[in-house]
């Protein structure tokens, strides 16, 4: 029998639980371990949300969600979701979502797009990150390229940029309540939604509905700046990760945008 969650809006208040809950969720995740030791600017995901999610709050175009536990108020999940092409009257209404600044700032480049480089970095992190970031910057480009300034989008569609379930309350539904809150507004309004999504998430959002497009196989021994800890004993390896690109398509409705 699947449980039925309230959906809010996250808030300013809410972030640095989010950072926290963000990093706990992650602990396990093979690349999040290896990019954590870096050379030049070891990832920490803790820190990375914090400097990230503050502005997305206010962002026109995304809303970030949360399922809050009844009885404590913890948080138990949230999912930052984006919308492509969509007009400001055509965005979905959340009580308590952040106002968006009173001018636009101008769009900025993906800060994923690969740079030119006369040399490859001497931190093979970084040329992980630039594999992967050209990888995403390809599929972005040909699944949502850019809309035209003046007349109808070329391309309408929503996209996960993040969602986290608190490792204590996996298993229960969260992601997946979190997940229908925007399928169900591909199937109202005829779009599809896509994820890059990480290694070990993409079973859940297969159950969503999601449709594996195509992936990213990448050995991770290739990029690690060391070996694994020590405690997991001689002849460890980092091992592959697999990134898949998947796809939600709505059930009904007009499937122009597909």
């Known amino acids: ?75 138990m999940g949230y999912c930052n979701w984006g919308f492509h092409g969509f007009a400001p009257d055509e965005m979905p209404v959340v009580p308590g979502r952040a106002p968006k600044p009173a001018t636009t700032p101008p769009a900025a480049k993906a800060d994923h797009a690969p740079r030119k480089e006369d040399t490859p970095p001497a931190d093979p992190i970084k040329r992980l990150e630039a594999l992967t970031g050209a990888d995403m910057q390809a599929w972005m480009d040909e699944v949502m390229p850019a809309n035209p300034p003046d007349g109808p989008p070329k391309v309408r569609c929503l996209f996960v940029i993040g969602l986290t379930v608190s490792p204590q309350y996996q298993g229960r539904g969260v992601g997946s309540a979190l997940l229908r809150w925007g399928t169900d507004l591909c199937d109202a309004h005829g779009v599809f939604a896509w994820v890059h999504s990480s290694e070990p998430a993409w079973k859940m959002y297969a159950k969503s509905g999601f449709e594996v497009i195509r992936s990213l196989d990448v050995d991770l021994d290739e990029y690690a700046p060391m070996p694994p800890p020590a405690a997991e004993g001689p002849g460890a390896v980092w091992g592959h990760y697999i990134f898949r690109y998947m796809k939600y398509l709505p059930k009904g409705g007009d499937k122009r945008d597909n």
């Open 1 to 75: 029998m699947s449980v039925s969650y309230k959906l809010e809006a996250v808030t300013i208040d809410d972030v640095t639980a989010v950072a926290r809950m963000s990093a706990d969720a992650f602990k396990t995740d093979r690349q999040t371990q290896m990019k954590a030791l870096g050379k030049e600017q070891p990832f920490d995901m803790e820190q990375y949300t914090l400097q990230t999610l503050p502005s997305t709050l206010t962002s026109p175009r995304r809303v970030v969600l949360k399922v809050v536990d009844p009885d404590t108020r913890h948080i």
